[in-house]
T-cell receptor, first 114, second 118 residues
């Protein structure tokens, strides 16, 4: 089966660092994406990992361990505008070729407090 | 950039009527378009994958006769919710992947359409 788990909600303080975890069990794997979604809006792309390790992009970093089926999104120097849902999504890759279909996790609602 | 638009942004309709939602890639040709549904406080659930000029591939549990998808060109896909009922009320979001895009081939999302069925 397919299962992508994230914590439902998290709270952090402005200026701090927060780590949002994602664990996955999917029938195939061809990359993991993180998206940010503000309420009532479309998701926006944050990061992509396909190999193990850390990808850094400004205040945002994402880590992947394929053997553990685990990823995290790290947000540094938190700002109030970072309050949003963060979605982990796995792209499935099937033997003989990859599809571009994304399986989304449940999403983590992050609240940044002053 | 890679901009995806949806129209309308919101719609209210009576039970039993049909509603059409358009998804357009404004500044690129989309190899594939995806339709998602999102209920309040839940994540995105993929409904179907659509390639230009071919039939859409529906996810398990999604009725293809109820959710009609037409992908007439490389920049336009439409989703028609036929005989809508209150339980179809949801946030419908489309996305598109770019022909000749970056190697990781991210999906670009539209702003979504909020459907309310009375």
């Amino acid at each position: 089966g397919q299962n992508i788990d994230q914590p439902t909600e998290m709270t952090a303080t402005e200026g701090a660092i927060v780590q949002i975890n994602c664990t996955y069990q999917t029938s195939g794997f061809n990359g993991l994406f993180w998206y940010q979604q503000h309420a009532g809006e479309a998701p926006t792309f944050l990061s992509y990992n396909v190999l193990d390790g850390l990808e850094e992009k400004g205040r945002f970093s994402s880590f992947l361990s394929r053997s553990k089926g685990y990823s995290y999104l790290l947000l540094k120097e938190l700002q109030m505008k970072d309050s949003a849902s963060y979605l982990c999504a796995v792209r499935e890759g099937f033997y003989g070729g990859a599809t571009n279909k994304l399986i989304f996790g449940t999403g983590t609602l992050l609240a940044v407090q002053p | 950039g890679a901009v995806v638009s949806q129209h309308p942004s919101w719609v209210i309709c009576k039970s039993g009527t049909s509603v059409k939602i358009e998804c357009r890639s404004l500044d690129f040709q989309a190899t594939t378009m995806f339709w998602y549904r999102q209920f309040p406080k839940q994540s995105l659930m993929l409904m179907a994958t659509s390639n230009e000029g071919s039939k859409a591939t529906y996810e398990q549990g999604v009725e293809k006769d109820k959710f009609l998808i037409n992908h007439a060109s490389l920049t336009l896909s439409t989703l028609t919710v036929t005989s809508a009922h209150p339980e179809d009320s949801s946030f419908y979001i489309c996305s598109a992947t770019k022909r000749g895009g970056l190697s990781y081939n991210e999906q670009f999302f539209g702003p979504g359409t909020r459907l309310t069925v009375l």
